[in-house]
C-alpha cells in the first residue's frame, strides 16, 4: 500500500473515531434518532470526509440496517442496546466501525462477547490465513461467554467505492478456505445474541443504493443523476434527499426501488427477538497482521 493511501486511512481512522467518540458523547435515552443520526454524519462532513452510508442506530434485537427515516419520531428508549455503525470515506476509501452503547447493565457481558472476539480476530488476521479460521476463532470467543454469534451476518474485504468487495470475514467456521493476502483491507464485525444465532429481514427498508446508471429516458432522471453525481455507487438515506427535492422524495425512492433502479437494504432483526451486540474495525493486512485503522476496542475500554 502506497504512502499516500496510508495517509488517507489514517486521516478516515481519526475522523471515524472521533465521528463514535461523538455519538457516544450524546447519546442517551430520549435522544431522537433522527437527531443523532443527523448530528454524527455532519460531524463527519464536517472533519473532512463524506458518510460511506447513513449512520446505522440499531436498538435491542434490530442487527443492523436501521437508519432514521424523514420525519422520523423516534428516540433511545431507556434500559436499550445500541448499535452505532458508522462510515467515512475519502474519494472512495472505506472505513467502516461500529460500537455497542447501552443503558442497561445486564447486557455488558454480551457488550464484551463482541469487544474480545474482534480483538482475537485481530490477532488471527495474517497474510495466508483462511477466513473460516478467522470465523472459528470469533465463534469460539463469543460462546465463552455464553451467547451466540449471528451467522449469516459477516465481515467483509473493502475496496475504493465498494463496502462489500466480495470476501467475508465469518462469524463461525464456514468452511471458507480463501486467504487474507497483504495489503487487503477488512472490515471485521462480530455479532453476539442471546437469541437464536440469525436474524431475518424486515418488512421495512431506510438505506438504499443506486444500482443502475442512470439514462436521460429513466423516469425521474433527474433524481437518479443526483445520487449518482453527489453520492455515487454507496449506500444512502432519502433524508439525504430532502434539502433538493422535498419530503416527498421517500415516496418517490421507493418507488424507484419497486422498479429495480436502486437497491434497498431491509432492517435486519434477530430470528428469536434476542438482543444484539456488535463492535466493528476496520483493518489493513501487513506481513506483520491486522492493523486497526480506527482503533474502536481503545474507546471501549
Known amino acids: 500500500m502506497s504512502t499516500d493511501l496510508l495517509k488517507i486511512y489514517e486521516k478516515l481512522g481519526s475522523i471515524a473515531r472521533d ?4 455519538a457516544m458523547s450524546i447519546i442517551e435515552p430520549g435522544i431522537p434518532i433522527f437527531e443523532l443520526c443527523d448530528r454524527v454524519e455532519n460531524r463527519i462532513r464536517q472533519s473532512g470526509a463524506k458518510p460511506a452510508f447513513p449512520v446505522n442506530v440499531s436498538i435491542n434485537e434490530i442487527a443492523a440496517h436501521y437508519t432514521a427515516v424523514i420525519g422520523d419520531k423516534s428516540v433511545i428508549p431507556k434500559g436499550s442496546i445500541i448499535k452505532i455503525d458508522l462510515g467515512a470515506h475519502i474519494d472512495g476509501y472505506i472505513v467502516d466501525t461500529a460500537v455497542t452503547v447501552t443503558f442497561n447493565p445486564m447486557y455488558s457481558q454480551l457488550i464484551k462477547a463482541s469487544m474480545k472476539a474482534l480483538e482475537t480476530a485481530q490477532l488471527s488476521m495474517k ?4 477466513l473460516t479460521s478467522i470465523g472459528a476463532q470469533i465463534e469460539r470467543v ?21 463496502l462489500h468487495a466480495g470476501k467475508s ?26 437469541g437464536a444465532g440469525y436474524v431475518d429481514d424486515g418488512e421495512q427498508v431506510t438505506i438504499y443504493q443506486l444500482i443502475k446508471n442512470p439514462r436521460t429516458k429513466d423516469p425521474h432522471y433527474d433524481v437518479l443523476s443526483y445520487i ?4 455515487g455507487p454507496l449506500p444512502f438515506t432519502p433524508r439525504w ?32 427477538k434476542g438482543m444484539v451486540a456488535q463492535v466493528e474495525d476496520t483493518f489493513i493486512i501487513t506481513k506483520d497482521g491486522a492493523v486497526p485503522v480506527v482503533n474502536v476496542l481503545s474507546l471501549l475500554k
Open 19 to 22: 465521528a463514535l467518540n461523538y
Open 127 to 130: 497474510p495466508g490465513v483462511t
Open 142 to 162: 463469543i460462546r465463552s461467554y455464553g451467547f451466540k454469534p449471528i451467522k449469516n451476518l459477516s465481515g467483509h474485504l473493502i475496496r475504493k467505492y465498494e
Open 169 to 194: 470475514v465469518p462469524n463461525y467456521d464456514n468452511g471458507d478456505k480463501q486467504r487474507i493476502n497483504d495489503g487487503e483491507v477488512y472490515a471485521v464485525e462480530p455479532f453476539s445474541t442471546n
Open 228 to 231: 449518482s453525481n453527489e453520492i
Open 241 to 272: 434527499l430532502v434539502p433538493r427535492f422535498g419530503d416527498g422524495i421517500g415516496n418517490l425512492i421507493h418507488e424507484l426501488h419497486m422498479k429495480d433502479y436502486i437497491y434497498g437494504y431491509p432492517v435486519l432483526i434477530e430470528h428469536g
